[in-house]
């Protein structure tokens, strides 16, 4: 049976567009990488979805990767067991060939337009170009309104927190898991991701997906804010220091330093956040191999003073309702800025030759099958 995962390779964060699309494949571990280059609207996340379904059909576990932009849009797929990623080459996300020929291939959608009956709109298309430059340099800086925010709630949730006491849960945790492995001469190698993204519809999170072949799960819920990235970093250097190779999934207000989410597939053992903005429920999660998932809870407003918490209440019930504020108005504005890009696809979209396109496709996958 096929094991479909989402989850998005890059994200819209305070610090811009930020990417993690060096991890979709490393060159040694690939058979084949294909950059797809083409324009807005050329055809390539329909490209890359065809495929994906086609192999999924087959049998074969598939990663979709999806724009932040517009979450119904992919930046890229790997097909795990043959161990070959198709990836959106183009702006903002850049990939070109590293080791061209042995491994990396590139495949042009611009062949297959009608260049003249682009050029026709060429200054309309520099126009919204710049138009939607302009609406994402706003989003950002409400993102950057909203990581202040967001830092200010963390500092009163540090103040609270019982460190000792949830420190000696964690290590209860290590040592249950990983008691009977040695450490390694070999350490395990670590990707990162992002579970949930802020696009133009507001936060989409595909968590549930990641968990489909885990047998045991550890849901934290921690409040908006609160970073756990220290405990966090506690289970993925034990996993990694005996072997386990592993994927962490970032937070898109902290891209480069809270780990919001943990997968060890060796051992099929998670941990995953929740709070009101990436909300999991235990019915959501069903195992694909239908076997029995083992699901531990930790509250961490358990292991937190209950009267810094009262006493900080007004505070926090404000924090939380401005940084509501500012995550819509982010929402609002790359929403803005996703309606000025299809503007521009709507101009590309006519001037392609997609009956050609469909024949590539078709090669492509034949080519793969192989």
């Known amino acids: 049976m096929s094991v479909q995962r989402h989850y998005f390779p890059g994200n819209n964060t305070p610090l811009g567009f930020f990417s993690y699309y060096k991890y979709i494949l490393g060159q040694r571990e690939a058979n084949r990488i294909i950059c797809i280059k083409g324009g807005p609207g050329t055809g390539k996340s329909t490209f890359m979805k065809k495929i994906g379904e086609y192999f999924s059909e087959k049998g074969e576990d598939i990663d979709f990767l999806h724009c932040s932009a517009d979450e119904n849009s992919l930046d890229g797929i790997v097909i795990k067991n043959k161990k070959i990623a198709l990836i959106d080459g183009t702006s903002p996300h850049i990939t070109d060939p590293i080791t061209p020929g042995a491994v990396d291939r590139i495949v042009n959608l611009g062949e297959y337009w009608n260049e003249e009956g682009i050029a026709v709109n060429k200054n309309e298309i520099i126009d919204l170009n710049e138009e939607t430059s302009r609406w994402y340099r706003i989003a950002y800086n409400y993102l950057n309104a909203a990581k202040s925010v967001f830092r200010s709630l963390e500092e009163v949730y540090s103040q609270a927190l019982e460190a000792s006491e949830i420190y000696r849960v964690i290590a209860d945790i290590v040592e249950r898991e990983y008691g009977?492995?040695?450490?390694?001469?070999?350490?395990?190698?670590?990707?990162?991701?992002?579970?949930?993204?802020?696009?133009?519809?507001?936060?989409?999170?595909?968590?549930?997906?990641?968990?489909?072949?885990?047998?045991?799960?550890?849901?934290?819920?921690?409040?908006?804010?609160?970073?756990?990235?220290?405990?966090?970093?506690?289970?993925?250097?034990?996993?990694?220091?005996?072997?386990?190779?592993?994927?962490?999934?970032?937070?898109?207000?902290?891209?480069?330093?809270?780990?919001?989410?943990?997968?060890?597939?060796?051992?099929?053992?998670?941990?995953?956040?929740?709070?009101?903005?990436?909300?999991?429920?235990?019915?959501?999660?069903?195992?694909?191999?239908?076997?029995?998932?083992?699901i531990a809870f930790i509250d961490m407003n358990d292991y937190m003073d209950s009267m810094v918490l009262q006493n900080n209440e007004e505070l926090i019930e404000t924090l939380n309702d401005e940084y509501d504020i500012l995550l819509n108005n982010t929402v609002k504005y790359l929403s803005k800025a996703k309606e000025a890009h299809l503007m521009v696809e709507s101009m590309y979209i006519p001037n392609m030759n997609f009956t050609q396109i469909g024949a590539l496709i078709e090669e492509l996958e034949t080519e793969l099958d192989k």
Request: net charge negative; with cysteine.
């Open 180 to 294: 009977e492995y040695d450490i390694s001469l070999r350490p395990g190698k670590v990707k990162k991701f992002f579970a949930s993204g802020i696009t133009a519809t507001g936060n989409v999170n595909y968590i549930t997906s990641l968990l489909g072949n885990m047998e045991k799960i550890y849901m934290i819920n921690v409040p908006v804010g609160y970073s756990n990235t220290s405990l966090m970093e506690i289970v993925s250097e034990g996993a990694v220091y005996r072997g386990f190779d592993i994927e962490t999934y970032y937070c898109a207000m902290s891209p480069e330093e809270k780990i919001e989410h943990i997968i060890i597939p060796e051992l099929k053992t998670a941990f995953i956040s929740v709070n009101r903005y990436h909300d999991v429920e235990p019915w959501e999660i069903v195992n694909v191999e239908g076997k029995e998932q083992q």
